[in-house]
């Protein structure tokens, strides 16, 4: 083959290993319907269209779902399918020996290889824009709520929603008298750590419709801002106060100490370790075990004493103490729910076993770019923590763009030039304490 024919061959080679550049600037809609959806189906129950359910629920998010993966339906190696498959079958065979098993696990971890291959299937630069439609978003219907709380709940009743979805109970006391959901409120006992005299009392949701929701959005945020630096540095230090805005409304103490720990692990090299990757969410596990084993109360079962982030980091502890083998190889139910601990809620549900080798492939699988370097670090990070204290990582609303955001950055389309810079091997080069302002070969 002559030169010439082989050159004419190389643009279509790396076109027919990637979908067209107009196709995936498209398809980060399923990203932002993964997070407005709720909020869309919330306006219909409130005007009485239909009474939303979480059957009605649960066919949006799983229809999502499969739209995703009919569009990384080609991506999908013959290695990941047998690894399903095993899963699938461990799953199944648990099953019948624990009975209590939430095979939810494994919808749960579908939407992050989905959303994630989704990502890789985009560009950087569509991740960016990805962030800046949800910011806007969360922006316009976050101090709507703030500053016309009444009327934002006459349009989106939803304690009644979440009352129809069988989250809260419909003999659960509403202390705060207003349409939003029960975490909203602080309530009169209870402060708000960021600003009381400005807010009062009240914890803005925006469009997840609970504020959990919005704090993960802001811990999302500082990943991307960490690990990206596309645009101007005015931009990029917009995108960062916008972030940390979103911690503020929510009153998300999580998603502020968070933040703080992804500037620190940021700021040193040791996000470039898969050791640290890996050990992380492993070393805050066991550090639970050894609160909880100086909190031991023999013949009592582990449950929140107090509602507070220290309350519920003892209670998580507690009751990963409490746990026999059988608890932590998935083939006996846990004897106190883990819905409050993400912990116990994974591991009860997999499987040490197959939780550690998930963290595994998740550590090992190669980074292309300094930008998933960083982004792999921040995730870890981020789950290390929030597992602690529940296991909202897994909701759509939110892990749909986390996962697509990874995807972007080890993204297989041909950047563009100002994203060819972005994917320069950073990590060849000798450490700078100077890592989170830009620099010249970041800049766009």
């Not at 095979?103 to 960016?128: C, N, P, W």
């Not at 969410?281 to 507070?308: C, F, K, R, W, Y």
């Not at 076993?353 to 995730?379: D, G, N, Y």
Request: hydrophobic fraction near 50%.
């Amino acid at each position: 083959m002559s030169a010439t024919a082989h050159a004419h061959l190389l643009p279509h080679r790396s076109v027919a290993g990637a979908p067209a550049m107009s196709r995936v600037d498209g398809v980060s809609w399923l990203v932002v319907a993964g997070a407005i959806f709720n909020l869309v189906l919330c306006f219909i129950n409130t005007r009485h269209v239909i009474t939303v359910r979480s059957s009605e629920i649960v066919l949006c998010e799983l229809v999502i779902i499969f739209l995703a993966f009919i569009e990384v339906r080609n991506t999908i190696s013959p290695a990941v399918v047998r690894i399903t498959g095993v899963m699938i079958c461990f799953e199944i065979g648990a099953k019948l020996i624990n009975p209590r098993l939430d095979m939810k696990i494994l919808h749960d971890l579908a939407i992050a290889y989905v959303f994630y291959q989704l990502g890789t299937r985009s560009t950087l630069r569509s991740g960016e824009r990805t962030m800046w439609v949800m910011m806007a978003m969360i922006m316009f219907v976050g101090f709507f709520e703030l500053l016309f709380t009444n009327l934002f709940g006459t349009i989106f009743d939803v304690w009644t929603y979440y009352v129809n979805k069988g989250v809260i109970s419909s003999s659960t006391v509403n202390y705060s008298n207003t349409n939003l959901f029960i975490s909203g409120n602080r309530g009169a006992a209870a402060s708000r750590t960021f600003f009381q005299s400005i807010f009062g009392s009240h914890r803005v949701s925006s469009l997840f419709l609970e504020p959990d929701s919005l704090g993960n959005f802001s811990a999302i945020g500082f990943a991307w801002c960490l690990s990206t630096n596309l645009g101007s540095r005015l931009r990029h230090a917009f995108l960062f106060f916008l972030s940390a805005l979103c911690f503020v409304l929510a009153d998300s103490r999580f998603a502020s100490g968070c933040a703080l720990g992804m500037i620190l692990l940021r700021m040193t090299p040791l996000y470039r370790s898969r050791f640290v990757v890996f050990a992380m969410p492993v070393t805050v596990m066991m550090g639970l075990m050894l609160q909880g084993a100086n909190h031991e109360m023999p013949g009592i079962l582990p449950s929140i004493i107090g509602d507070n982030f220290s309350g519920r980091l003892l209670f998580s502890g507690r009751l990963l103490d409490y746990w026999n083998l059988s608890q932590w190889f998935a083939m006996a139910p846990s004897q106190v729910y883990t819905a409050d601990t993400g912990y116990a809620y994974i591991i009860n549900n997999l499987g040490l076993p197959l939780t550690l080798f998930l963290l595994a492939l998740f550590t090992l699988h190669p980074a292309r770019t300094e930008a998933a370097v960083s982004m792999k670090a921040m995730i870890s990070l981020y789950f290390s923590t929030s597992l602690c204290i529940g296991a909202s990582v897994f909701t759509i609303k939110t892990a749909a763009l986390l996962w697509f955001l990874y995807g972007t950055t080890n993204s297989v389309v041909a950047p563009s030039e100002p994203e060819a810079r972005e994917k320069t091997p950073e990590r060849l080069k000798s450490f700078r304490f100077n890592r989170l302002m830009p620099t010249a070969e970041h800049i766009a």
